[in-house]
């Protein structure tokens, strides 16, 4: 009730501000359980997807959303829940990689529509960045459930970092063709298989979007941009430190 409700409110709102563009909508199941695998390029993805689908798309989020006190954390705890996402805590890599395969195979086992990032994080730049072999392989096939590319497009320009008021654009979305993990049905447990599978829907999911690949986990990017903005930070800092060092330098005798 509630997540029909948000959809209603959130949803129609999203579509009629913003006029997302779709393309494969026939490849999602009317009935069954499936596995919507996309690329993550803004906070807004959960809810653009969503908003274009007639079934409920569950996915994850951080247990946080969920439990911060006081009446903004309610109203935060309701508006996610309202949403369709599920409360995992991420406080250890390990604990919360588990956490989010059993949040996915339940909503797999209960014939619903399961969605997940695989690259993990956010794309900090733009590009697609290497799926981790974890939540989204096992999850499919564990379940044998069929694996559906999405590419989201766009949608990191309608707010991109620092930028409070969104701007209006068409963000766009692309659906692939199921994939078909059956012959690995039960191979959860094998590392080799996991890398396949995820390799072969991370490339579905770049010949949708047209994004650039990069090899390396998008939170080591993230962690190398930091590290480089810090460097640079530190550079411009000591410029006019070095500049004024060597002119006094410069006055004596």
Same mark, same amino acid.
């Given at each position: ?5 948000? @959809? ?28 919507? &695998? ?8 959960? =809810?653009?997807? !969503? ?10 989020? @951080?247990?946080?959303? *969920?439990?911060?006190? $006081?009446? @903004? $954390?309610?109203?935060? &705890?309701? =508006? =996610?829940?309202?949403? #369709?996402?599920? !409360?995992?805590?991420?406080?250890? &890599?390990?604990? &919360? ?6 949040? $996915? ?8 529509? *399961? ?28 379940? #044998? ?49 996991? +890398? ?25 990017? @993230? +962690? ?7 460097? +640079? ?21």
């Amino acid at each position: 009730m509630i997540y029909g409700a948000m @959809k209603l409110s959130i949803g129609n709102g999203l579509k009629l501000a913003f006029r997302p563009w779709v393309e494969g909508l026939e490849n999602i199941p009317a009935h069954g359980p499936a596995i919507l &695998a996309s690329n993550h390029l803004s906070f807004s993805d959960s =809810f653009f997807l !969503p908003a274009v689908l007639d079934r409920k798309v569950t996915f994850i989020a @951080k247990s946080e959303y *969920f439990t911060t006190p $006081g009446v @903004k $954390g309610k109203l935060t &705890a309701a =508006f =996610f829940k309202g949403v #369709g996402q599920l !409360p995992v805590d991420r406080s250890g &890599a390990r604990g &919360a990689g588990e956490a989010a395969v059993r949040a $996915g195979i339940e909503v797999i086992e209960s014939g619903g529509l *399961f969605g997940i990032y695989p690259e993990g994080t956010r794309s900090p730049d733009g590009r697609l960045y290497r799926g981790k072999p974890g939540g989204l392989a096992r999850v499919a096939l564990a379940t #044998g459930a069929p694996v559906i590319p999405v590419a989201m497009i766009d949608t990191e320009k309608i707010q991109p970092p620092g930028k409070v008021m969104p701007k209006l654009m068409r963000p766009g979305i692309r659906i692939g063709k199921p994939l078909d993990f059956s012959r690995y049905h039960g191979m959860d447990g094998d590392r080799f298989i996991l +890398r396949s599978v995820t390799d072969e829907v991370m490339y579905e999911i770049m010949k949708l979007s047209g994004q650039e690949y990069v090899d390396i986990y998008a939170t080591v990017a @993230k +962690r190398q941009i930091a590290e480089e903005a810090k460097r +640079r930070a530190e550079e411009t800092k000591r410029r006019p430190e070095e500049k004024r060092a060597g002119g006094e330098s410069g006055t004596q005798g």
